[in-house]
């Protein structure tokens, strides 16, 4: 199985009569004429990968069979990259979904509402290897790579973090006959909570020392956060970056 997929946070749910309140983030018209009345959401996750520098066996998930569900303690044995230099990309969105709700009014439901909140992470790395990515998930201790030079062009590395709260209010604007039309118009608040990146033109290194991890490192290197995070620490402050 790769590590892969053109789905967007919800896909399955996204489009239908039945999705009540996911809807919201896809298409805000899609809560008007729905199936339900009332729906709500306590809270709920979704996140989503996507790469083409490695894959993961469907062995790590289940054990031989129909859908033998089984997640196994290490992943490692189970992931396997690209060895090669092409450049190569990565993508990651994870999304809680808060408290929301929406409701539908009149005789046809010709008049939808809905509150939404959502917290979003979003990260993209652009340049990489997957001899590169071989190493960083072996933290720099492997020996089939000592000695070889590794270079990366135009890597670029962001990461953004972000909430949002919302109103949506749609309504049946035209139903006759075989014409029907629908539209919906939502306002957010809209708050960020941390971003970081790191960018270099041309980075090269070679691992030297497989047992401790060290490698040499030629370079460009340019590195930026918001002022609320502390890479070193950890520490994060909950305030607007």
Same mark, same amino acid.
């Given at each position: 199985?790769?590590?892969?997929?053109?789905?967007?946070?919800?896909?399955?749910?996204?489009?239908?009569? =039945?999705?009540?309140?996911?809807?919201?983030? =896809?298409?805000?018209?899609?809560?008007?004429?729905?199936?339900?009345?009332?729906?709500?959401?306590?809270?709920?996750?979704?996140?989503?990968?996507?790469?083409?520098?490695?894959?993961? &066996?469907?062995?790590?998930?289940?054990?031989?069979?129909?859908?033998?569900? +089984?997640?196994?303690?290490?992943?490692?044995?189970?992931?396997?990259?690209?060895?090669?230099?092409?450049?190569?990309?990565?993508? &990651?969105?994870?999304?809680?979904?808060?408290?929301?709700?929406?409701?539908?009014?009149?005789?046809?439901?010709?008049?939808?509402?809905?509150?939404?909140?959502?917290?979003?992470? =979003?990260?993209?790395?652009?340049?990489?290897?997957?001899?590169?990515?071989?190493?960083? +998930?072996?933290?720099?201790?492997?020996?089939?790579?000592?000695?070889?030079?590794?270079?990366?062009? +135009?890597?670029?590395?962001?990461?953004?973090?972000?909430?949002?709260?919302?109103?949506?209010?749609?309504?049946?604007?035209?139903?006759?006959?075989?014409?029907?039309?629908?539209?919906?118009?939502?306002?957010?608040?809209?708050?960020?909570?941390?971003?970081?990146?790191?960018?270099?033109?041309?980075?090269?290194?070679?691992?030297?020392?497989? !047992?401790?991890?060290?490698?040499?490192? !030629?370079?460009?290197?340019?590195?930026?956060? &918001?002022?609320?995070?502390?890479?070193?620490?950890?520490?994060?402050? +909950?305030?607007?970056?």
């Amino acid at each position: 199985m790769a590590l892969s997929s053109k789905a967007q946070l919800l896909t399955s749910l996204r489009g239908s009569n =039945y999705a009540g309140i996911y809807n919201i983030y =896809y298409n805000p018209a899609e809560i008007v004429d729905s199936r339900y009345s009332f729906d709500m959401n306590l809270i709920s996750i979704s996140s989503s990968f996507t790469n083409d520098f490695g894959t993961l &066996s469907r062995d790590y998930l289940f054990d031989k069979g129909f859908l033998k569900f +089984n997640v196994k303690d290490d992943i490692n044995p189970y992931l396997t990259f690209a060895q090669d230099n092409k450049m190569r990309s990565g993508v &990651s969105n994870s999304s809680v979904f808060g408290p929301s709700f929406m409701f539908t009014l009149g005789k046809k439901r010709q008049h939808s509402f809905a509150l939404f909140s959502k917290a979003n992470v =979003y990260s993209n790395v652009n340049g990489v290897s997957g001899e590169f990515a071989t190493l960083v +998930n072996d933290d720099f201790k492997n020996d089939a790579l000592t000695g070889k030079p590794i270079t990366l062009t +135009n890597l670029t590395t962001t990461t953004v973090g972000w909430g949002e709260i919302g109103a949506t209010y749609g309504h049946v604007l035209l139903n006759r006959n075989k014409n029907f039309l629908k539209g919906a118009i939502s306002v957010k608040y809209v708050r960020g909570y941390a971003s970081a990146y790191i960018n270099s033109k041309s980075l090269s290194l070679q691992l030297t020392d497989p !047992i401790n991890g060290k490698a040499n490192v !030629i370079g460009d290197l340019s590195i930026g956060h &918001s002022t609320n995070f502390d890479p070193v620490s950890g520490d994060f402050q +909950n305030k607007i970056a």
